[in-house]
């Protein structure tokens, strides 16, 4: 059963995001799948708001993360989903939109869960993810053009 609160029902000014300044946005299934990640992220003091962008669009997510991050006062945030999911995925890239339309952001910092394991992400693999011209041309595979 779920327990942690939704980003998407959380107040903007709630009391567990004014008692942390490290704040965490978690794919939802993780909760129920690795409750011993949830620990850890919870024993590094971060305010943990979870999302599922397969249930809740990703522009309300983002809608209210920027209400968050504009009236909190953060040192970081972070994103931490399942790697390969294709609507967790958005995330990450919400998380890069956001902070680009704000002009102005904590810390940025973007974790997968691959194999029951926490790996870091730069911000830089995030941006590539989104241009599949790029992914493809780092891949080294041949790149035609069909126009």
Same mark, same amino acid.
């Given at each position: 059963?779920?327990?942690?609160?939704?980003?998407?029902?959380?107040?903007?000014?709630?009391?567990?995001?004014?008692?942390?300044?490290?704040?965490?946005?978690?794919?939802?299934?993780?909760?129920?799948?690795?409750?011993?990640?949830?620990?850890?992220?919870?024993?590094?003091?971060?305010?943990?708001?979870?999302?599922?962008? @397969? &249930?809740?669009?990703?522009?309300?997510?983002?809608? *209210?993360?920027?209400?968050? +991050?504009?009236? /909190?006062?953060?040192? #970081?945030?972070?994103?931490?989903?399942?790697?390969?999911?294709?609507?967790?995925?958005?995330?990450?890239?919400?998380?890069?939109?956001?902070?680009?339309?704000?002009?102005?952001?904590?810390?940025?910092?973007?974790?997968?869960?691959?194999?029951?394991?926490?790996?870091?992400?730069?911000? @830089? &693999?995030?941006?590539?993810?989104?241009?599949?011209? *790029?992914?493809?041309?780092? +891949?080294?595979? /041949?790149?035609?053009? #069909?126009?």
């Amino acid at each position: 059963m779920y327990i942690l609160p939704r980003l998407i029902d959380v107040n903007a000014k709630a009391s567990i995001l004014r008692q942390h300044k490290k704040l965490l946005i978690m794919s939802r299934c993780i909760e129920t799948e690795h409750r011993e990640i949830v620990e850890e992220m919870s024993s590094k003091g971060y305010a943990i708001l979870t999302a599922c962008p @397969e &249930a809740e669009h990703v522009n309300m997510l983002g809608f *209210k993360l920027a209400g968050i +991050l504009a009236r /909190g006062d953060f040192e #970081e945030i972070a994103v931490l989903t399942v790697d390969g999911s294709l609507h967790c995925t958005q995330l990450h890239w919400m998380l890069e939109e956001v902070c680009k339309i704000a002009g102005r952001c904590p810390a940025q910092r973007h974790m997968v869960v691959y194999k029951g394991r926490v790996y870091e992400v730069s911000s @830089e &693999a995030v941006k590539t993810s989104r241009f599949l011209y *790029k992914v493809e041309k780092l +891949l080294g595979s /041949g790149i035609r053009s #069909e126009s």
